[in-house]
């Protein structure tokens, strides 16, 4: 049985082509478009993933959208209703969003994949979430805390997983949502919502949580775990473009906008001191509806779902000082991730298929995306395009350059689902050379958490890692800390990210530090994601080379091809 996913109209716009209940491919919009966190109808991911498995659209037994735009629109009209006339500018806004396409997903679908419209099926986009963080992790029972910003309805779920099914026990409500808070001081920070939450996360660690009392008045928690959100202070009930209202500047102090300085450290931090606010409050909220959830599904395991599953402090918290033994995140927790969940629960309400031993390893890999599209081997003067090498000599020579001091560009495989490309669209440079090797690729965000890459299982040996560190980020990247005789960059707080390489996931790059490791370098590397300047990761050889080229980088290795100055 073929079963298509799709998650489109919030952010990040997927496809996910599951046959037998195994994944087979899957798909970014935006590795397509080249605009970060497209959120169109991914007609050119849907291509990309059945001409991956060499099937045409008849071939599908359904088409799965991840959530239910019936109720996600009954949502929007009661929100603008109640905060009537505040809602007036953005209700005539929404209202034409919604009656333009969003209302005839269905409809629309089915025209374009030639299918009759009873075969488009839709699940709660909670569900989803849910399913995702459970069905990808290595337990067989566990308990499930989804922490999303804005559903179909709910925001916050509790679940108990078992087997292929998922028990929902408790949820709340839109708009009190941890993830909108964190959107709406992302935009207060004077960055964008819904794109630089990780980059607020990052500030917090150069901050003290001195205004987290203040902030965490405006959420105001019950005993159960569950909470309220202030609407004076958020206005993201009735308004997706102002998020805050004038309540959280009586609360925390003026707005920053944009364009003005960030104030991070000297004598005056403000604002690395409100993002440490608000991710001790996202902590805390966390930790109380985790709390909650092991008193009604007690247990060993926790899967995290949602946008919140992508802050590794939260994560890292939750696996240290929560009750659940062992914590998990998928490595696509948002929306695009979701649409892997839509097609799994789909698989298990239609299909006899009883093992879910065998489904829950195959989905424990995301399938491959779209690939690099290599490039002709000469340009159009009859050059040379770079050099062919094998695995071997590229090894070989990456090991000479870094341990020379050279920032290299790593592109390898196809793009992956989630936040983060990991190995497969890295900046990689030694870290024995200069205080940040790739600080001036990282312009005005110097203050950013380091990243190293590691081998996965060398990790424990070379970091203090959090808890059961080593589960999430098969998933995630994990946060961690720097030993105290470690020469290393860190923030202020000791922590770095890290890129756990896992041999069987990223074989080249786990080949290139243990490579490094033989030659006494260390099987440790400086990594930064390699974007574009749109922000959006590199797509293909073309685009990579294209970035090279205008970069102050010396190296770029494209699959079996490298290219220096």
Not at 35 to 56: F, M, N, T, Y
Not at 422 to 432: D, E, F, I, T, Y
Request: aromatic share 6%; proline share 7%.
């Amino acid at each position: 049985m073929a079963l298509l996913a799709v998650s489109a109209y919030h952010r990040d716009a997927s496809a996910v082509l599951l046959v037998d209940g195994v994944p087979v491919a899957a798909a970014r919009e935006e590795s397509f478009s080249g605009e970060p966190h497209d959120a169109a109808l991914p007609l050119r991911a849907v291509r990309h993933c059945l001409s991956a498995a060499g099937l045409v659209p008849t071939d599908l037994e359904h088409v799965v959208f991840q959530g239910k735009p019936l109720r996600a629109f009954e949502r929007v009209l009661v929100s603008h209703l109640r905060a009537f006339p505040r809602s007036g500018r953005a209700f005539s806004k929404d209202l034409f969003r919604w009656l333009g396409d969003r209302l005839w997903v269905r409809d629309r679908l089915a025209g374009e994949l030639g299918l009759d419209p009873t075969r488009v099926l839709f699940i709660d986009r909670a569900r989803c979430h849910a399913a995702t963080a459970f069905l990808t992790s290595p337990f067989e029972q566990a308990a499930v805390l989804v922490l999303n910003d804005v559903g179909d309805w709910a925001t916050t779920l509790m679940a108990q997983g078992e087997g292929q099914q998922l028990t929902a026990l408790s949820e709340l409500p839109f708009p009190h949502s941890l993830g909108l808070v964190a959107s709406a001081l992302t935009q207060f920070l004077g960055f964008e919502p819904g794109s630089d939450e990780a980059l607020v996360e990052d500030l917090s660690a150069w901050g003290s949580p001195d205004q987290a009392e203040a902030l965490g008045a405006l959420l105001p928690a019950a005993e159960d775990g569950s909470f309220e959100v202030d609407s004076e202070a958020f206005h993201f009930a009735f308004d997706g473009d102002q998020l805050a209202g004038p309540g959280l500047a009586r609360a925390l102090g003026q707005r920053r906008g944009s364009q003005s300085p960030l104030l991070v450290d000297g004598e005056d931090r403000r604002h690395a001191v409100l993002a440490a606010s608000l991710q001790a409050v996202l902590e805390q909220r966390a930790l109380a509806l985790a709390s909650e959830l092991y008193r009604r599904a007690p247990g060993e395991a926790l899967c995290v779902g949602g946008v919140l599953a992508s802050n590794a402090r939260l994560l890292a918290r939750l696996s240290v000082d929560g009750p659940f033994a062992r914590v998990f995140a998928p490595a696509a927790p948002g929306d695009d991730g979701a649409a892997l969940g839509a097609a799994l629960l789909a698989h298990s309400l239609l299909s006899k298929e009883g093992d879910s031993n065998r489904l829950r390893r195959a989905t424990r890999q995301l399938p491959p995306g779209p690939g690099l599209g290599g490039l002709p081997t000469h340009d159009e003067t009859g050059s040379p395009r770079g050099t062919p090498r094998s695995q071997d000599e590229l090894r070989d020579e990456l090991v000479t350059q870094l341990s020379d001091g050279a920032s290299v560009a790593f592109v390898q495989g196809p793009l992956p689902l989630g936040p983060d490309p990991g190995g497969a669209r890295v900046l990689l440079a030694h870290p024995s050379h200069g205080q940040d090797p790739l600080a001036a690729l990282r312009g005005e965000f110097a203050w950013r958490l380091p990243r190293y890459a590691v081998p996965a299982e060398q990790a424990a040996s070379l970091f203090d890692l959090p808890g059961q560190a080593e589960l999430f980020p098969n998933a995630t990247v994990p946060l961690a800390r720097v030993r105290s005789d470690s020469k290393l960059r860190a923030a202020p707080d000791g922590t770095v990210r890290l890129l756990l390489v896992q041999r069987e996931a990223q074989p080249e790059l786990h080949a290139l530090l243990m490579s490094l490791d033989a030659a006494g370098q260390g099987p440790l590397l400086r990594a930064e994601t390699f974007r574009t300047q749109g922000a959006a990761a590199v797509r293909s050889e073309r685009e990579a080379l294209d970035a090279f080229e205008r970069s102050t980088l010396q190296v770029l290795v494209a699959g079996n091809r490298i290219y220096t100055r």
